[in-house]
């Protein structure tokens, strides 16, 4: 049997209502032909001849009355179905299931979190702990987007880069480095090998973190930690370095006693991307979301800038 399909119906329902194929066309735009082409197919879809003529004019049947009742809500429904959402972030009502490390969650999913709590108060957010699995549970439907250094992932996943993954070097005040910095003029990596290193652990998390840096120094560390936050007060109290993402860094250092050493660490170019299913890739309010998490995640141009002073051979551990 053939379809039925909304023009067909809009066609039978201009023709109850003018009573003439000719009328009918030109109310709808289009060819004589063509209307008489669907009520042909009409027709031998109902089985039952719709219209009759009466002089000039096409009477409907009673089977063609029976059908022109049910019109209005089908074409009706038809027309809500295949119109184009119109999106109000303000009346949205979503909980959001976010995997992400502890210091993407609060440099950047958090902060975006608040501001679309601002626009739509009946939004909720789960926040996920990033592991091996999180391709999968986003394949599932188990959480909704992942944020995590680029790396291949399945085919129906999409992606977007934030900005470039930095790493900056975060010692306590006063440590021998910056006597050393003074002595020389400026720092290399290989003069830090002389202390040793404080490293977030990413086996907990299934991932890797690659790197050009000194391979020894930083496969055993002397400390590593399950999360970000634990690598300021960490090294307080002691001559280690710890390797810290520069936006944990340079915030670190307005809440701790601590210093950024200045040497840039040149380390393998690598993403920080957000990853969601092919599913959700044309929701309006994930598209939305995105969107928010997309304009914090990337850097302002004054934390680019302070990015650029810190790494400066300036000497001063202040």
Known sequence: MEKIDSELLTILRS???T???TKTALSLSKSQSKISRTLSRARTLFHDPLFVHNGSMLVPTNRMLEIYGHLPKLLGEMEALFAKEIFHPESLNLHLRVAAIDYAAQYIILPAFHAMKRIAPR???ELQQLNADTFRRLSLGLVDMAMRLECTAPNELHSLELYEAKLLALVRKGHPAFDLLRHKGSLHFNDLLQWEFVQVNRTFTGLEWTTSLHPGALNHPAVM???SSLLAPTILETDWIALASARYALDAVKRWPVAIL?????CVKRMRTL???DRTHLDPAMQ???SMIAAYGKPSSAEI???????????NDS
């Open 15 to 17: 023709l109850v209502m």
């Open 123 to 125: 939004i909720s957010i």
């Open 305 to 315: 800038a302070e990015y650029e002073i810190a790494i400066q051979d300036t000497g």
């Open 288 to 290: 939305w979301v995105r």
């Open 275 to 277: 990853y969601w299913h």
């Open 19 to 21: 009573g003439s194929q």
């Open 225 to 227: 930690v399950p999360y």
């Open 262 to 266: 200045p040497i840039r660490l040149d």
